[in-house]
């Protein structure tokens, strides 16, 4: 139980262009998604926190206008990447919070973002 | 969150038991210890948590010492899929927060 799956897997896009990642809960529902970001040879950086039917709670640093983020269901949430740069290329992580039981967060596989 | 620090990291023989030290010395008493792990270009794993009691799961055991200041986790019989950074955490249950990742210790299996 508690699967949490991203798509696509990888991404390869062109600098200017916009892209969705989806992160999807499959066997529970989420009433909170996160999404991270994390930088080759560092840790998972928390981007923002995602309330189902809420606008998304960004972290300091993190450009909400940059960073769309969509939480339209109990378990859909989506980070769109607009006008993506080379430096927005790294690998991101969504993970899903279960509603009820212990306080886990189960992550999704990760997007690898290459931006040319 | 509190802040935990662990070794960068550890060596490990398959089939060994592995025992990863986490220090947390200023966890509050509402705080829980969470272990996650990240194995190479993967999505990090849950693997357990506890309050003050000693857990066991099917993938490993939390040891807690009886001040709370630091714990262990446990992989039984490592084996080379076990090779992963391991993150530990402590965190309220409940928070509405996302998680505050470390550096975690960089276990690596040896054949």
């Known amino acids: 139980g508690a699967v949490v799956s991203q798509h696509p897997s990888r991404v390869i896009c062109k600098s200017g262009t916009s892209v969705k990642i989806e992160c999807r809960s499959l066997?529970?529902?989420?009433?909170?998604m996160f999404w991270y970001r994390q930088f080759p040879k560092q840790s998972l950086m928390l981007m923002a926190t995602?309330?189902?039917?809420?606008?998304?709670?960004?972290e300091q640093g993190v450009e909400k206008d940059k960073f769309l983020i969509n939480h339209a269901s109990l378990t859909l949430s989506t980070l769109t990447v607009t006008s993506a740069h080379p430096e927005d290329s790294s690998f991101y992580i969504c993970?899903?919070?279960?509603?009820?039981?212990?306080?886990?967060?189960?992550f999704g596989p990760g997007t690898r973002l290459t931006v040319l | 969150d509190a802040k935990t620090t662990q070794p960068p990291s550890m060596d490990c023989a398959e089939g060994r038991a592995a025992n990863l030290p986490c220090n947390h010395s200023?966890?509050?008493?509402?705080?829980?210890v969470y272990w996650y792990r990240q194995i190479h270009s993967q999505g990090p794993q849950y693997i357990i948590h506890?309050?003050?009691n000693n857990e066991t799961n099917e993938m490993a055991s939390l040891i807690i010492t009886e001040d709370r200041k630091s714990s262990t986790l446990i992989l039984p019989h490592a084996t080379l899929r076990d090779t992963a950074v391991y993150y530990c955490?402590?965190?309220?249950?409940?928070?509405?927060?996302?998680?505050?990742f470390g550096k975690g210790t960089h276990l690596i299996i040896q054949p």
């Open positions: 995602s309330n189902e039917g809420s606008k998304a709670t960004y």
């Open positions: 993970s899903a919070r279960t509603a009820g039981g212990p306080d886990t967060q189960y």
């Open positions: 200023t966890i509050s008493g509402n705080e829980y």
């Open positions: 506890g309050l003050k």
């Open positions: 955490i402590v965190r309220v249950a409940g928070g509405a927060d996302g998680l505050t």
């Open positions: 066997d529970f529902q989420a009433t909170t």
